[in-house]
């Protein structure tokens, strides 16, 4: 998937008052979960739909991201759209982790999803418990993103990046932008709702997911 539009607001800059760091953590863990698990159950009941229904799936997905940014002042409405974004992005996944399952058993998936939880968790506890913030080079984790995507198109025609390679890096920069986001949860948002963090945060995990399917479904099948 790879896509990441929730908006950054820049370093040091706020726009709203501050939220209490603990206060928003705890609202922005709390969403996050609570969508990660609507996600995971949308995947489950559209485990057998056609890719063709995943990418229409994706696609209103994409337009619900947007409108979540719109409504921001609208709280509860943005947190509606944003359960509705993950149902979405549930249904949208679902044929890629079905493909998982039937390829190399269930094992992967279960083991991707929770060396993303543990992944996401542990880089949570280094931002908090060392104080490192990364937020000033924001702007360049998110060129780093911009430019795989327009690889990973590319490659789809003339296949010059290796799957594997692909996989890693997104994996990289989306563990970048989670050190990112915890450090800007630390700092008190940087005028951002908890919806919007939260949105952040899911999106980390979700790429981290399908990242880390790539790589475990790749060394299975060259075992």
């Known amino acids: 998937m790879a896509y990441r539009v929730a908006p950054q607001s820049p370093y040091g800059q706020s726009y709203a008052p501050a939220v209490p760091a603990p206060v928003l953590l705890g609202r922005v863990l709390g969403i996050t979960a609570l969508g990660?698990?609507?996600?995971?159950?949308?995947?489950?009941?559209?485990?057998?739909?056609?890719?063709?229904v995943g990418l229409i799936a994706m696609i209103?997905?994409?337009?619900?991201?947007?409108?979540?940014?719109?409504?921001?002042?609208?709280?509860?409405?943005?947190?509606?759209?944003?359960?509705?974004?993950?149902?979405?992005?549930?249904?949208?996944?679902?044929?890629v982790i079905s493909n998982y399952n039937r390829?190399?058993?269930?094992?992967?998936?279960?083991?991707?999803?929770?060396?993303?939880?543990?992944?996401?968790?542990?880089?949570?506890?280094?931002v908090y418990a060392?104080?490192?913030?990364l937020r000033r080079f924001q702007g360049i984790f998110v060129l780093a993103l911009l430019g795989l995507i327009v690889a990973g198109v590319v490659s789809a025609f003339v296949h010059f990046l290796h799957p594997a390679t692909y996989a890693w890096l997104t994996l990289v920069?989306?563990?970048?932008?989670?050190?990112?986001?915890?450090?800007?949860?630390?700092?008190?948002?940087?005028?951002?709702?908890?919806?919007?963090?939260?949105?952040?945060?899911?999106?980390?995990?979700?790429?981290?997911?399908?990242?880390?399917?790539?790589?475990?479904?790749?060394?299975?099948s060259s075992d």
Do not use: H, K
């Open 36 to 52: 990660l698990c609507v996600t995971a159950g949308a995947a489950w009941l559209f485990g057998n739909v056609a890719y063709g």
């Open 60 to 95: 209103v997905g994409f337009i619900l991201l947007l409108a979540i940014n719109a409504t921001r002042q609208n709280e509860a409405l943005s947190l509606a759209l944003f359960y509705a974004f993950t149902f979405c992005e549930g249904v949208g996944i679902a044929p």
């Open 103 to 126: 390829a190399f058993g269930s094992d992967v998936v279960v083991n991707a999803a929770l060396t993303t939880g543990l992944g996401m968790f542990a880089l949570g506890a280094v």
């Open 130 to 133: 060392t104080g490192l913030d």
């Open 173 to 220: 920069i989306f563990s970048g932008l989670v050190l990112i986001d915890f450090a800007r949860i630390r700092a008190g948002g940087d005028g951002l709702t908890a919806v919007q963090m939260a949105t952040s945060i899911y999106l980390d995990a979700i790429n981290i997911f399908l990242a880390l399917l790539q790589i475990f479904g790749g060394r299975r």
